[in-house]
């Protein structure tokens, strides 16, 4: 072992014994004072500065991360707040026909979404031809690539397939990045897309997602067979 590999090794030492006594320098303040730290950038500093700084950079991290979580929960309140009113909006229509038409304007205003698309899987009376609406027959071949979210339930968020946002956007796929996909079983999709490819991520929460889909099925469930 050369005299290199004999300071390497004494240096770790030196630094785990410190570790073990975080308040050996307080005794030796002149020690503290002398020893100086190299910085990525510039040049070196005192140890009681280089302190500083790490002081300073986690309490800008804390801070920043302090913003995201009041952010986040002001967003979260909001989409509770959101939901809430289009749970009881749902509940005060008399006809599953208003009822879906609720349900899309609730998305359409409230929700961030650029395009909002509602895929039922049997006729409702009293429902006009509009862009946002589609009636499907379950066993239509246009809702293949959907079978297993319609039957897992299970919300969708991000970039969907090519062919997925064709049946859901028409002529208008093209211009969706990103999409929150509420499946249905028994009645159908509920979709929002966004131009913005990070609009809608996998990952992100679908809580309020699952609410909103819950209360729309059992506002619809009000109806019989619509």
Request: with cysteine.
């Amino acid at each position: 072992m050369d005299m290199y590999d004999k300071e390497k090794i004494g240096a770790h030492e030196i630094a785990a014994w410190l570790r073990r006594h975080p308040t050996f320098l307080q005794q030796f303040p002149d020690l503290a004072i002398s020893l100086v730290v190299p910085r990525e950038q510039g040049p070196a500093a005192s140890l009681a500065g280089y302190q500083l700084e790490i002081l300073r950079d986690k309490n800008r991290e804390l801070n920043r991360r302090l913003h995201e979580l009041f952010a986040n929960a002001q967003e979260n309140e909001r989409l509770a707040v959101r939901t809430h009113q289009l749970t009881l909006a749902l509940m005060k229509q008399t006809a599953a026909a208003d009822t879906v038409r609720a349900m899309a304007a609730s998305l359409e205003e409230d929700f961030d979404g650029d395009l909002v698309r509602l895929v039922l899987l049997a006729p409702v009376a009293g429902l006009d031809a509009a862009e946002w609406l589609q009636t499907l027959d379950q066993a239509d071949p246009r809702l293949a690539p959907f079978r297993d979210c319609l039957k897992s339930g299970e919300p969708i968020c991000g970039r969907l397939q090519p062919e997925k946002n064709v049946v859901l956007y028409g002529d208008r796929a093209e211009d969706v990045q990103s999409s929150a996909l509420l499946p249905l079983p028994g009645l159908g999709l509920i979709a929002v897309g966004s131009r913005d490819g990070n609009r809608f991520y996998p990952g992100m929460g679908t809580l309020f997602l699952r609410m909103m889909g819950e209360a729309f099925a059992a506002a619809m469930g009000r109806f019989g067979d619509r």
